[in-house]
């Protein structure tokens, strides 16, 4: 029986020869291959995830955003009857987007 040789002759655009060689697959390869390409799947699905993540990080900071300009537009009085203070608007916000539940003297959403 005949072998083929895994070398071949090949031209290249500018009729210059190489040598290109040809190899099939072994089954160790082709698993290292499928372990490989899960390892860049589970990598891809983990950044996927990360990025995920941030966009709703910043659409959080943007509502937060968002809801202070308009609470700042309010003047005291109105404030004062939402049971807020302008010096503690800010803090009001953060405890309301970021740590839970708004304390004991904010607002109720």
């Known amino acids: 029986m005949q072998q ?6 090949a031209q290249n655009p500018e009729n210059e020869h ?3 060689v040809r190899q099939r697959i072994s089954p160790v390869r082709t698993v290292f291959v ?6 860049l799947h589970s990598r891809f699905f983990n ?5 995920i993540g941030c ?3 910043a659409a959080d ?3 937060a955003a968002a809801m202070y300009e308009d609470l700042s537009r309010l003047s005291d009085s109105e404030l004062t ?3 807020l203070s302008r010096d503690d608007l800010a803090r009001h916000v953060r405890v ?4 839970g539940p708004p304390p004991p003297d904010g607002p109720s959403h």
Request: proline residues 0%; hydrophobic residues 45%; charged residues 20%.
């Open 4 to 9: 083929r040789s895994n070398l071949q002759l």
């Open 18 to 20: 190489a040598y290109t």
């Open 34 to 39: 499928k372990s490989a390409l899960l390892e």
């Open 47 to 51: 950044l996927l995830g990360a990025v």
């Open 55 to 57: 966009v709703h990080a």
């Open 61 to 63: 900071y943007y509502a």
């Open 81 to 83: 009857r939402r049971g």
């Open 96 to 99: 309301a987007y970021f740590d």
